[in-house]
């Protein structure tokens, strides 16, 4: 799996500590930067401020005094136009709940007395307490005057006479300090912006470091459950911290080597059976053949002692037969547990070959196959081999060009010549040859060119990976040429045995 740059847990949870605090830092200022131009526009157009400012949010005095300027101008129009309408307090009602929303109150005096109050902060004997006394005010100019409490007051006052002639003043008021609905409007709209950025940046944070952490789990988690319902056909891909990943790829490592173990004891089961079946096959032939040349014998069919004498030698090469299948069969088993049991020792070459080669050739003379025999090398070479099982190499190679040979005149040659540091040995027959797309495979264990199970040819599949197996523990390496109808030639090197002078120990050690 290749190794991704990822973020470590550590550096991810600094990262959303830091990103959680500058983050909604700086969108905050963003919309509150907005929200401010719109609202300082909006205050303007409402109000008649020509150049509003940031000012105009947090101090209002100008705001409501243009908005106090404006209302009193429809005051002094009612006054001029209808004054009788002042004495309706229906219709001065009408005129306060107009004014609600913008702050402002209207109060109504007569004479000496509180004709309507519509404050909501004063009551009439602070009013009359506290406000301009008749003639104060110039009805023809919008006075203003404070009225001196804590509740910062401005009042702007017009002097008129009730129908009756008693004197009146009309009072338009508004507290200072408040706030203005408009400014109100901005506060809770950037509370609530506020809110959502810090709610929108821990959501995709949390989501951030769930995707590191838990997403990864999760499908490990899913993973165990595959394997615990052995499901191996998926992959655990990592996509978080790097602690994460890293048990990730671990983990994908270790599913790897299970399927990779799985697969080979399901080929190892089918090869065991295989091989069972084969050695069953292939046994059931000559226990056949022995049981009926028994019979024979037992039955008085061979009444000559020439006939007898072939039946035992037919008999004896069965029973050879099967000792070689049961023999490949128990060497098979010690392949698979790696407990081939070795003896190395010093061999010489030649009279090794020469000692193989006279055992081989009673047993293909009889077969009607010819041998010859060329040794190229110096007469004091030698090898550092297991003579045993070197000779169960050779066997078998011999044995499998006499299992495929089709000619009436076969012929095996064996050639011992130098190599350089090693010995090369070819077993060259003239049978039926091999088909260049089987050469790559004719070592691997089972694999058969005639796979018919009717074939004749029998043998339990595992002959030349023995030899190969073989071959590699002493250091060498097998391999085969051939060609359809003319043969094939079996090829291996062993290294040489060479003697290290004492000298050249001593200046070693």
Not at 43 to 66: F, H, Q, R, V
């Amino acid at each position: 799996m290749k190794q991704k740059k990822c973020m470590t847990l550590k550096t991810r949870i600094i990262v959303a500590f830091l990103a959680i605090i500058i983050i909604p830092f700086l969108l905050a200022g963003i919309v509150i930067f907005w929200f401010a131009n719109s609202k300082i526009r909006a205050l303007g157009e409402e109000y008649g401020i020509k150049e509003p400012t940031y000012e105009s949010l947090y101090n209002s005095s100008l705001a409501i005094s243009k908005n106090m300027d404006r209302e009193f101008e429809k005051l002094q129009k009612l006054v001029t136009e209808n004054p009788e309408d002042l004495e309706d307090n229906s219709y001065l009602n009408s005129i306060q709940e107009e004014l609600d929303d913008s702050g402002l109150y209207i109060a109504l005096r007569k004479g000496n007395s509180i004709y309507y109050n519509g404050s909501t902060i004063f009551t009439d004997e602070e009013l009359l307490q506290s406000l301009p006394a008749y003639g104060e005010g110039d009805s023809a100019s919008a006075s203003r005057s404070y009225i001196e409490t804590d509740a910062q007051v401005m009042v702007k006052q017009m002097d008129f006479n009730f129908q009756d002639g008693s004197n009146g003043s009309i009072f338009l008021i508004s507290q200072l300090n408040r706030i203005l609905p408009e400014t109100q409007d901005w506060i809770f709209d950037m509370i609530i912006a506020i809110l959502l950025i810090l709610v929108l940046t821990s959501l995709a944070i949390s989501l951030w470091i769930y995707r590191g952490v838990m997403a990864p789990l999760n499908q490990l988690k899913k993973a165990t459950q595959n394997i615990k319902e052995g499901n191996l056909d998926f992959t655990v891909e990592g996509n978080g911290v790097k602690e994460v990943n890293d048990l990730c790829e671990d983990f994908e490592e270790m599913r790897k080597r299970l399927k990779e173990s799985a697969e080979e004891k399901v080929e190892f089961d089918r090869d065991n059976k295989e091989l069972i079946s084969n050695i069953s096959h292939d046994l059931k032939t000559p226990i056949t053949a022995v049981k009926g040349y028994v019979e024979g014998i037992m039955d008085g069919v061979a009444d000559t002692p020439e006939k007898i004498n072939r039946y035992i030698h037919t008999i004896y090469n069965k029973a050879n037969e099967m000792d070689r299948l049961i023999n490949e069969l128990t060497f098979y088993s010690k392949i698979d547990t790696n407990r081939i049991p070795y003896t190395f020792a010093k061999i010489h070459v030649a009279d090794y070959f020469e000692d193989c080669v006279e055992e081989l050739s009673y047993e293909l003379k009889t077969q009607g196959i010819g041998l010859t025999y060329f040794n190229y090398l110096n007469e004091d070479v030698l090898i550092i081999a297991d003579a045993e099982q070197l000779k169960r190499v050779i066997n078998n190679i011999v044995g499998n060009s006499i299992k495929y040979m089709n000619k009436e005149k076969g012929v095996i040659n064996i050639r011992l010549k130098d190599a350089g540091d090693f010995i090369q040995v070819e077993i060259e027959d003239n049978g039926k040859g091999i088909a260049q797309k089987d050469l790559p495979k004719i070592f691997d264990r089972f694999y058969r060119t005639d796979t018919s199970r009717n074939s004749t040819k029998g043998g339990s599949g595992i002959g030349l990976s023995i030899v190969r197996k073989i071959l590699e523990d002493h250091g060498g390496k097998v391999w085969a040429t051939s060609k359809e109808g003319v043969g094939t030639v079996m090829c291996f090197v062993l290294r040489k045995y060479q003697e290290v002078p004492a000298d050249e120990q001593n200046t070693d050690r």
